[in-house]
């Protein structure tokens, strides 16, 4: 499904990651581990394609991200991969059914198919009553939840998480760590996640760690 070869990134004259081989399989979650430091926000963030690497491959779902054209990376982006951050980044003023709606928006998809799927999303995850709540008016546990049926709104092949529990309490986070699983059983959902939470890297199917730029 993912497939990333020899990538090397530096910023400035200070090497990053020094050559970084990392594969996924379909309905793998996959956990990336390590010091802080260590390269594995911005391996994440060239996953997503968010970010250049200076030298290396990656192939998602078949294709040679290479040969796309900046409109097209994006394109590209918006209908395979979801992104969930440690902070959840919804929009204040936007209810939760229209911040889970969103990026099905600015992929052109018609409303009516965009607003099934996020009420679909909103019954699996058991946030129902919540979708006319502004984010304020939820929990932090709900308001994660609430991102994650967005990163979903598209379908993406792939979910790219960075400290996805890392501001939850431990009820919360469980919670979390369950719907992922609920998501890879049910759906055969690909996940790759950077954290701290040693219960996350467990339930993991593979922990990879990183030191300093490479995967040991
Ligand atoms: P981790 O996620 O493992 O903590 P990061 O990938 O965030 O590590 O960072 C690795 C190193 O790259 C750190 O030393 C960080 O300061 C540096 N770094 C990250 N992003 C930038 C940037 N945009 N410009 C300069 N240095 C950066
Ligand atoms: P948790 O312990 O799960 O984080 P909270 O104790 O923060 O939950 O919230 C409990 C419930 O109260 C949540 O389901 C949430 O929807 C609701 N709630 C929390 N804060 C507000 C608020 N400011 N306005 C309206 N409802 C709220």
Not at 68 to 91: D, E, M, P, W, Y
Not at 128 to 142: N, Q, T, V
């Amino acid at each position: 499904m993912l497939k990333a070869s020899g990538i090397y990134k530096s910023y400035g004259n200070l090497p990053i990651l020094k050559g970084v081989d990392f594969e996924v399989s379909k309905g793998e979650i996959v956990s990336i581990v390590g010091a802080s430091g260590a390269g594995k926000s911005t391996l994440l963030h060239i996953l997503g394609t968010l970010d250049n690497a200076d030298k290396g491959n990656l192939i998602l779902n078949n294709t040679d991200i290479s040969i796309l054209s900046g409109r097209q990376l994006s394109a590209f982006r918006n209908q395979n991969i979801g992104f969930v951050f440690q902070f959840h980044h919804l929009l204040p003023e936007f209810t939760a059914l229209e911040n889970i709606c969103i990026p099905g928006f600015m992929a052109g998809k018609s409303e009516k198919a965009i607003k099934a799927k996020a009420i679909e999303l909103l019954e699996l995850f058991g946030l129902k009553d919540r979708a006319s709540h502004k984010p304020a008016e939820l929990s932090g546990g709900e308001q994660q939840r609430i991102s994650v049926a967005r990163a979903l709104i598209n379908n993406p092949s792939i979910i790219l998480a960075d400290e996805p529990s890392g501001n939850l309490d431990s009820i919360n986070a469980n919670a979390l760590h369950a719907l992922f699983l609920k998501l890879r059983d049910q759906f055969n959902q690909t996940f790759v996640i950077v954290t701290h939470n040693d219960e996350l890297a467990t339930i993991s199917d593979r922990v990879v760690t990183m030191k300093d730029g490479l995967i040991i």
